[in-house]
Nanobody
Framework: QVQLVESGGGLVQAGGSLTLSCAAS????????MRWYRQAPGKPRVWVAT???????IYHDSVKGRFTISRDSARNTVNLQMNSLKPEDTSVYYC???????????WGQGTQVTVSS
């Protein structure tokens, strides 16, 4: 079992920056890629960015060049540095990973990011 706890959300003006963090605990030696998703009110949850265990990264086109995902495997944390924030980035942001043993997905509780115009 893996527990994920996000932090760092808040209210920021358009053009500003925030850094989200996700701390993993439990059976962390078995986790694979770590991802960030987001969900705006009334909309489905969508993928934002992924970082592999080896540090490879991929991003949704809507955040490419503005967001940076990073991973500290020693501390079992993953961060999402968000720059040049836009009102459309307003969402609850969720951390996600999975077990490489059985494929079970794990989710954090989410952290709210609100970008005012």
């Amino acid at each position: 079992q893996v527990q994920l706890v996000e932090s760092g959300g808040g209210l920021v003006q358009a053009g500003g920056s925030l850094t989200l963090s996700c701390a993993a605990s439990g059976s962390t030696s078995t986790i694979g890629d770590m991802r960030w998703y987001r969900q705006a009110p009334g909309k489905p949850r969508v993928w934002v960015a992924t970082i592999s265990a080896s540090g490879g990264t991929i991003y949704h086109d809507s955040v490419k060049g503005r967001f940076t995902i990073s991973r500290d495997s020693a501390r079992n944390t993953v961060n999402l540095q968000m720059n040049s924030l836009k009102p459309e980035d307003t969402s609850v942001y969720y951390c996600n990973t999975y077990s490489t043993r059985n494929g079970i997905n794990f989710w954090g509780q989410g952290t709210q990011v609100t970008v005012s115009s």
